[in-house]
């Protein structure tokens, strides 16, 4: 018998084994950063909210949005999908598809909401986009993946 690998043999337990336990540990590490950023995200859209709400010198003067033309509409929506996001967070900690779901749902819609508020705020609204879509890749990558979790 020779010593050379045949072909379409399966890793050895040891290798298959350091492979499983690698991919675990990145993909507890990419659902424990989606809940972190998430919350991030949740606290971020509470001062926005709470600045839109009280008329802040913050936001560009003569800004017109698409839907509801008045900036504390905005940020009691903000608060709203601020409070979400938090349930959200909080909810991917726990583990469970219902979790992964409700975040990306959540994360989408803090998306929309901050694309749709843009006119306000240009680069705050960037920045919540880029991290809603880093929640989006770790939950639908690596947050339906019980085994990872274990």
Not at 6 to 32: K, N, Q
Not at 75 to 84: D, Y
Not at 121 to 142: D, E, F, K, Q, R
């Amino acid at each position: 018998m020779s010593s050379a690998p045949e072909w379409g043999r399966t890793l050895s337990p040891d290798i298959s084994h350091r492979h499983a336990t690698e991919e675990a540990r990145r993909g507890t590490s990419w659902v424990l950063f989606a809940g972190i950023m998430l919350a991030t995200v949740a606290i971020l859209n509470v001062i926005w909210g709470l600045a839109a709400i009280a008329k802040s010198s913050f936001f560009v003067s003569d800004a017109s949005y698409i839907l509801l033309t008045d900036l504390r509409a905005w940020g009691w929506i903000a608060l709203g999908i601020a409070a979400l996001e938090f349930l959200a967070a909080f909810s991917i900690w726990r583990g469970g598809a219902f979790g992964r779901w409700f975040g990306i749902a959540v994360a989408v819609l803090g998306i929309v909401g901050a694309l749709m508020s843009m006119p306000a705020s240009p680069l705050w609204s960037l920045v919540v986009v880029a991290l809603g879509i880093l929640v989006i890749y770790g939950l639908a990558v690596y947050g339906g993946r019980p085994e990872l979790m274990g």
